[in-house]
């Protein structure tokens, strides 16, 4: 039976070659590339990490898409939009930028090795900013796909702050695991910071005031339609908790196109042919 075709919004952490290759970064190539393939419509994202080479990498800033500010510690920020494109898999790639927080920074950590302190902030602007441009596109995914403690917070976003945009109503949301994870804590206004809209604090009573990898991860998994096992080894207290949950869950598979297709269809069956 053929499946239906499905809009796919892929939020990447990662993406090769843009940044260096891991099992997240070469997964954030091949699987919209995939999915592409397959026939589906697809537009993906990622933050636009210091490290990148934007003239190597052909980024350009998309106008029409920049220029909002984001609010987030009661401080403004400028979010910029980028845009290329990686010829060999035919797929185009949306980049977040902001000069505070991605411009001048590496990637999870400085130079140093150390995490970046504000690295929760960072994952707030990057969900927002993502959901922001999505709108100014005008295009209606049927499935957001998550992978990376980056897009951690898209989940509570779309099913709070977003869920009665027209461009999200219906939208389902799967979160990856994968084993790399941050070496610190978020920080302790954490839950201050991710405050918007109906993403209100009385929300995240539930989860430790020091936000760190797995309560990251566990705010993922909760507000997600689905979760996929994306290595063999992922945080063993995360697939544990996905699977208490009673989440449909997909095991790790190496050949991954055919079972990520066929788990979209089983979390989101009602896409028109």
Same mark, same amino acid.
């Given at each position: ?51 990148? $080479? ?18 987030? $510690? ?13 010829? !060999? ?29 504000? $690295? ?46 027209? !461009? ?7 979160? !990856?695991?994968?084993?790399? !994870? ?27 005031? $020091? ?63």
């Amino acid at each position: 039976m053929k499946m239906a075709k499905k809009k796919i919004l892929f939020i990447n952490q990662e993406i090769a070659p843009y940044v260096p290759d891991s099992t997240m970064s070469l997964m954030g190539q091949a699987l919209p590339q995939a999915m592409q393939e397959k026939g589906h419509e697809i537009r993906t994202f990622m933050p636009k990490w210091g490290n990148i $080479n934007e003239r190597r990498g052909q980024l350009h800033e998309v106008q029409r898409l920049s220029g909002m500010n984001l609010i987030i $510690n009661e401080t403004d920020h400028p979010l910029i939009i980028k845009v290329a494109s990686i010829q !060999s898999a035919r797929i185009q790639i949306y980049f977040i930028d902001n000069d505070d927080y991605f411009t001048k920074r590496q990637m999870a950590s400085d130079e140093l090795g150390e995490d970046y302190p504000d $690295n929760g902030e960072r994952a707030i602007f990057f969900a927002r900013g993502v959901l922001e441009t999505v709108k100014k596109l005008r295009w209606i995914p049927d499935i957001i796909h998550c992978q990376g403690w980056m897009s951690a917070v898209i989940p509570l976003y779309i099913k709070t702050a977003y869920h009665e945009e027209p !461009s999200f109503a219906n939208t389902k949301v799967i979160t !990856s695991l994968f084993t790399k !994870s941050l070496k610190k804590d978020l920080g302790n206004n954490f839950k201050e910071c991710l405050e918007f809209r109906e993403a209100k604090a009385e929300l995240l009573k539930a989860y430790n005031d $020091n936000f760190d990898f797995e309560e990251l991860g566990k705010l993922a998994i909760d507000y997600s339609d689905g979760i996929i096992k994306a290595e063999k080894e992922v945080n063993a207290s995360l697939l544990k908790y996905a699977t208490e949950k009673n989440i449909p869950l997909l095991d790790y598979h190496e050949d991954f196109a055919d079972a990520y297709e066929a788990f979209y269809d089983q979390i989101y069956p009602d896409a028109e042919e």
